[in-house]
């Protein structure tokens, strides 16, 4: 069975760090793109980041971009995501996802397997 446990959220403080992990098993990930997207409250979710399949190219959404770092361990069927610089607005349940191609993948549909979220709470 496919699973993907995601994990690292937690409450911080505004300008402070976070890195979120994200394990998965039940197969190898290390051709397909991964990513990371979350949901505020009463907002859609959205894409925070992704990472092709060799691991070399990455994208981010322009609200994180500078301040968060997506990265992966193929050996290890792992990707992380590390926020730094982190901002009230910044709060959301995150997510993890494996997608069903090797290129960097910005929209949900892509992606086949979900991890079922860590919250991420930044007070002012």
């Known amino acids: 069975q496919v699973q993907l446990v995601d994990s690292g959220g937690g409450l911080v403080q505004a300008g402070g760090s976070l890195r979120l992990s994200c394990a998965a098993s039940g197969r190898t990930f290390g051709p397909f793109a991964m990513g990371w997207f979350r949901q505020a409250p009463g907002k859609e979710r959205e894409f925070v980041a992704s990472?092709?399949?060799?691991?070399?190219?990455?994208a981010y959404a322009g609200s994180v971009k500078g301040r968060f770092l997506i990265s992966r361990s193929t050996v290890q069927n792992q990707v992380f995501l590390q926020m730094n610089g982190l901002i009230p607005a910044d709060t959301a349940v995150y997510y993890c996802?494996?997608?069903?191609?090797?290129?960097?993948?910005?929209?949900?549909?892509?992606?086949?397997?979900w991890g079922h979220g860590t919250q991420v709470t930044v007070s002012s």
């Open positions: 996802a494996a997608a069903s191609v090797s290129t960097i993948a910005p929209h949900a549909s892509m992606y086949d397997y």
């Open positions: 990472i092709n399949g060799n691991g070399d190219t990455t």
